[in-house]
């Protein structure tokens, strides 16, 4: 009996033990979150934090706990939106010298959080913002600027305010501070104009509808740290307004190209239209206006008087100052085709000098590569040819320039070229650059309409498919020293230890589209399609033939086109040490293009969501493989119309039959993955047709009949 009692009390302590160093483990991992401060904006990074707490395992507790988390807002000299992260003991203090640096710094730890790091290995940190407008451009689906299908099927998901909360989520995340919303006449989704109920083609129901969407857009991107802006194209008005006051009765569909109409009854109507939006929609942050589109037949003098007379006078009259966006003429004549000149820019530069009743500096908004900012990272052109100095020299004072880095060669496929990244924004970050915008006219990253049904998927909406062309652009725009290592991370917290080449992987084969971009000229947005080998033909967008690949002048000065490469050759010339000639592209694509399918060998993927990642790789190495197949067939192409010999011939046809196996390659991974989807640059004339690799197959195989086809013309 003794005996008996004697076990049970050993057993009892052994279990009051324990269960005390259970207790212990469980107070180990109790964390209290102290503010110092009270906003909808540090609420939402504190909330951030706290989930970011408790998925990684901690417990959440207003008392007692083992470790405290301090988050201080201190104005201080380090910079606009800054952020340290101190630790210390069983404290960390996160630091923001403003707002959305105390919400950067939370995000932060979250993120180290997510990807492994436990609370007492987290290590002290600071990071401030290198540029202080990083913005997205986003063109909304109702009142497109551009009448497509493939930007209608995006309407109900941009209805849904989940879908928003979601998109800014992932701009906070990564550190984007703007978002831009483009229309071609936004204020009758927003108001029912005072003066002109008319102009309202809305019930009231439908219009509070309305109201409550863009107010729920405002209210979530001002709690994430985000200005908003609504950008328009000019001069429209309501259909409604048009046929009530018999105006602008030639432009009812709201054509891109057309008159414009400077009716007095228009100037006032915009006019009201700015005040009264500015004062019902409090969070919403500023405005931009565009010199076009339907404008013609106006000299730049009349256009800006016209903003002057509209949407600035608009602006002054409002209840509170507001932000201003103001993007640069796009053409020097009465057309809007494309032009410019040192007049028209001086012009600009002084109506934004004499603004002085505005909200901080304005952003003058210049396209970057005219609509082509994914090939060189040198400033090559700008929306109508070469830019002057007159915006820099000398520095201005109450503006700020912002590229605008349009992507209108990529859409399907997943990119990420860090590198590419940090140089453009090294290369173009002078004191007189404020920021960036980045996004598409031709595309909406809204709904997924790539993905075959019934595949392994870990997103709902198109942008998260991209997630690594968003992360890298923010976060390298905030600071562009951010390490690779953040995004091997991110691709290691999404599918594991095995899929860490994928960043270098991504960032070899994601050169083809570069490359391509540099070598051929382009312009506006359907010049060119790098993702599908398109270009503009006439007015048809078609595949990139042989002969037009000889025949293209290169964008970049440095590129020599075949053109040229086999004449001078031919000459007996040659080119020097910095220009890039065909074999030298040639052994760049494949070097990089085969040294990415090497990486990504070894990765698993079969039915999970790795696998879209990991062929979107593949896709891009093998469009680089053909592109480098295809040049050697134009040069050996080139070289028997001007020199013969049957060998050239035959050479080329062997190329461009090696072209054609990369480019079947390329259908055998995208096929399986991939609708056939519908395309801006094919819907404006036939609705009908769609883009997928395979239906351009034809059209690659047809540059061998040419080859076969071809004789010597003897000339050079």
Not at 141 to 146: G, K
Not at 355 to 362: A, S, T
Not at 386 to 401: A, E, G, R, S, V
Request: charge should be neutral.
């Amino acid at each position: 009996m003794i005996q008996n009692e004697m076990t049970m009390k050993k057993v009892l302590l052994v279990l009051l033990g324990c269960l005390a160093g259970f207790a212990s483990d469980v107070y180990s991992q109790t964390i209290h979150i102290r503010q110092s401060t009270e906003s909808p904006r540090i609420a939402y990074a504190a909330k951030k934090l706290k989930k970011a707490l408790s998925e990684s395992g901690y417990t959440l507790t207003d008392g007692k706990a083992a470790y405290e988390i301090n988050l201080v807002l201190k104005t201080d000299t380090s910079g606009s939106e800054a952020y340290s992260i101190t630790p210390a003991a069983r404290t960390i203090t996160v630091t923001g010298s403003d707002e959305n640096g105390l919400l950067y710094g939370c995000l932060a730890l979250g993120e180290d959080l997510r990807n492994g790091t436990t609370l007492p290995t987290i290590k002290a940190r600071q990071e401030k913002a290198n540029l202080p407008f990083r913005a997205i451009k986003f063109n909304l689906p109702w009142d497109t600027y551009r009448h497509s299908q493939a930007l209608d099927q995006h309407w109900e998901t941009c209805r849904d305010l989940r879908f928003w909360e979601a998109f800014l989520d992932m701009m906070a995340q990564n550190r984007f501070n703007a978002l831009t919303l483009w229309n071609l006449h936004p204020f009758p989704f927003m108001i029912r104009p005072t003066n002109f109920p008319e102009a309202s083609p809305f019930t009231n129901q439908e219009l509070a509808d309305w109201q409550a969407l863009y107010r729920g857009i405002f209210r979530l991107a001002k709690e994430r740290g985000i200005d908003t802006y609504l950008v328009n194209w000019n001069i429209y008005v309501s259909p409604e307004f048009a046929k009530a006051h018999q105006v602008a009765l030639d432009n009812l569909d709201h054509k891109i190209h057309a008159t414009g109409d400077t009716s007095a009854i228009i100037k006032r109507y915009t006019r009201e239209c700015v005040t009264q939006v500015l004062n019902e929609y409090p969070d919403l942050t500023g405005l931009g206006f565009t010199h076009g589109e339907a404008m013609w037949g106006m000299t730049p003098r009349q256009r800006q008087d016209w903003f002057s007379e509209t949407i600035l006078a608009g602006m002054r009259q409002a209840s509170r100052k507001a932000k201003l966006i103001h993007r640069v003429p796009l053409s020097a004549n009465l057309a809007l085709g494309g032009s410019t000149s040192v007049d028209t820019e001086q012009l600009t530069r002084n109506a934004m000098e004499e603004l002085d009743f505005l909200d901080g500096p304005i952003w003058a908004e210049i396209k970057f590569n005219w609509s082509h900012a994914f090939s060189s990272p040198k400033l090559i052109k700008v929306h109508g040819g070469k830019l002057n100095d007159t915006y820099f020299t000398p520095m201005p004072k109450n503006y700020k320039i912002a590229w605008m880095a349009r992507n209108e060669d990529f859409f399907c496929l997943r990119w990420g070229v860090p590198g590419f990244i940090r140089e453009h924004i090294a290369t173009n970050t002078q004191p007189y650059v404020g920021g960036y915008f980045v996004g598409s006219e031709c595309y909406i990253p809204a709904k997924d309409y790539f993905t075959k049904p019934g595949l392994a998927v870990d997103w709902q909406y198109a942008f998260e498919r991209q997630w690594l062309f968003y992360k890298l652009w923010g976060r390298l725009l905030y600071d562009p020293a951010t390490p690779d290592a953040v995004f091997k991370a991110e691709f290691t917290h999404r599918y594991g230890k095995g899929a860490e080449p994928l960043l270098e992987a991504s960032a070899l084969a994601g050169t083809t589209p570069l490359r391509l971009a540099s070598y051929f000229d382009f312009t506006w947005d359907f010049t060119l399609y790098s993702e599908g080998f398109m270009a503009l033909n006439n007015k048809s967008m078609d595949f990139i033939s042989v002969d037009r690949q000889i025949s293209q002048p290169p964008a970049d000065g440095d590129y020599v086109s075949v053109l040229e490469y086999v004449k001078t050759v031919a000459k007996g010339g040659s080119f020097g040490k910095n220009r890039i000639t065909p074999p030298d592209l040639i052994r760049q694509l494949e070097q990089d293009c085969q040294k990415a399918l090497a990486l990504v060998k070894p990765v698993k993927t079969p039915g999970s969501a790795l696998q879209q990642e990991v062929a979107d790789v593949k896709a891009w190495a093998h469009l680089g493989l053909y592109f480098a197949q295809k040049l050697r067939g134009a040069v050996a192409l080139q070289t028997y119309r001007i020199q013969g010999d049957e060998k050239n011939k035959a050479l080329a046809i062997r190329h461009l039959q090696n072209a054609l196996k990369q480019w079947d390659e390329v259908i055998a991974l995208t096929r399986p993955l991939y609708n056939d989807m519908p395309l801006v640059h094919f819907s404006e004339s036939d609705d009908t047709r769609r883009f997928h690799w395979g239906n351009l197959r034809p059209a690659v195989a047809n540059d061998i009949d040419i080859a076969r086809n071809a004789s010597v013309t003897l000339t050079n």
